[in-house]
């Protein structure tokens, strides 16, 4: 009768263990569908994160190319528009100082012309008064006053154009700077989105 009971017994562990493992094995294959489904879903997820990062990134490089275009655009613009600027300068101040010299031309030869009326006329007339002669020499003196009025006008109008020049150079080299500081921190930008 042990025996029996015993193998009785063991019949019953051997179901019990048959069905535990029958079950087991239901749940193992239920945890890898399961786990499947969700290997699957994140599959697609990452998937779909992909082409939106890809499409992210292209706006990105495409917003960026943009830029750069723009920029290039108005560096070429305000390039020109100095060469434009230095240009006109350099041609006000030709045109300045060749009127300066015109004026020049014109008092030397007016005074030398002046100088030569008054020879004339004390040559023609013979003696003249000594008041005569006084205003001779005053309209003479004057002459030479105004001369070195317009000579000092003249070197004061070149000192300007010259400051003129200086600073319109000055405010080109200001201008530039900003811009190359400004493409500096741009291209920084755009390896930092990079």
Do not use: C, P, W
Request: proline letters at 0%.
């Amino acid at each position: 009768m042990i025996d029996e009971d015993l193998k009785r017994m063991l019949d019953e562990l051997r179901q019990e263990n048959a069905a535990a493992h029958t079950e087991t094995r239901s749940n193992v294959e239920a945890m890898g569908r399961e786990n499947a489904a969700a290997h699957a879903e994140t599959r697609s997820r990452f998937e779909t994160m992909g082409r939106q990062n890809a499409a992210a990134h292209a706006e990105t490089r495409s917003r960026f190319e943009a830029m750069e275009r723009e920029h290039a655009a108005a560096h070429a613009e305000t390039r020109s528009r100095f060469e434009a600027m230095e240009h006109e300068n350099a041609a006000a101040h030709a045109e300045t100082r060749s009127r300066f010299e015109a004026m020049e031309r014109e008092n030397a030869a007016a005074h030398a012309e002046t100088r030569q009326e008054v020879a004339r006329l004390s040559k023609s007339l013979g003696v003249f008064s000594e008041a005569t002669l006084d205003n001779f020499k005053l309209v003479a003196d004057t002459i030479g006053v105004v001369s070195e009025r317009l000579d000092r006008t003249a070197a004061s109008l070149d000192e300007k154009i010259e400051r003129t020049a200086a600073d319109t150079q000055m405010l080109i080299k200001s201008s530039y700077d900003k811009l190359h500081r400004r493409v500096q921190k741009l291209e920084a930008k755009r390896r930092a989105v990079k």
